[in-house]
């Protein structure tokens, strides 16, 4: 059974650091993996796909890797500005289901 | 239409009602799921619809839960004789196809349940 798994739950780091967040899973047979960002009271919004023939995907200052074989995926975010506060889920998707993380919440401080 | 669209977006109700909560997905998009959020949790599975196909419903938590998909566009989750662990919020997202490698999932913006 996939499990997935996101590490730290919580995370608070001051304006223009880098930082990793990281997800993992049990199951390498996976179609993709996503990465999602959650703000309060809103939907999810989708930010990158991997596919699982892919080792990364890049999308401004998001860069999420995936190694199947480790069952490891990181969400690497440049530069953070307060307006990347929000709860980043990671989600692995097999056949039609997806199978969530928790989630990191991230604080930027100003 | 542009996104997922889902109403009521709040919906406060006494337990034992009956809840409809709708959704209107993206035009052409074939995939169909509902999750649950409760506070502070992840996403819980509820039911998945992908075209014309019978839809999994194997994350519905009772048979109080039921959902359709009327002509392969809007879906209604409904609730009969709502309880308090039924307070959650429910979302719907739809995507173009469900079981491919390029599963991009656009999400609605949730119907916030609470159950008095």
């Known amino acids: 059974k996939q499990e997935v798994t996101q590490i730290p739950a919580a995370l608070s780091v001051p304006e223009g650091e880098n930082l990793v967040l990281n997800c993992s899973f049990t199951?390498?047979?996976?179609?993709?993996l996503q990465w999602f960002r959650q703000d309060p009271g809103k939907g999810l919004t989708s930010l990158l796909l991997i596919q699982s023939s892919q080792r990364e995907q890049t999308s401004g200052r998001l860069n999420a890797s995936l190694d199947k074989s480790s069952g490891r995926s990181t969400l690497y975010i440049a530069a953070s500005q307060p307006g990347d506060s929000a709860t980043y889920l990671c989600a692995v998707q097999s056949n039609y289901q997806l199978i969530w993380g928790a989630g990191t919440k991230l604080i930027i401080k100003p | 239409g542009a996104g997922v669209s889902q109403s009521p977006s709040n919906k406060v109700t006494e337990k034992g009602k009956d809840v409809e909560l709708r959704c209107d997905p993206i035009s052409g998009h074939t995939a169909l799921y509902w999750y649950r959020q409760s506070l502070g949790q992840g996403l819980e599975f509820l039911i998945y619809?992908?075209?014309?196909?019978?839809?999994?419903k194997s994350g519905l938590p009772s048979d109080r839960f039921s959902a359709e998909r009327t002509g392969g566009s809007v879906s209604t989750l409904t609730i009969q004789r709502t309880q308090q662990e039924d307070s959650a919020v429910y979302l719907c997202?739809?995507?173009?196809?469900?079981?491919?490698?390029?599963?991009?999932?656009?999400f609605g913006a949730g119907s916030r349940l609470t159950v008095l």
């Open positions: 619809f992908q075209g014309n196909s019978a839809p999994d």
């Open positions: 199951d390498s047979a996976i179609y993709n």
């Open positions: 997202a739809s995507s173009l196809r469900g079981s491919s490698g390029a599963n991009v999932l656009t």
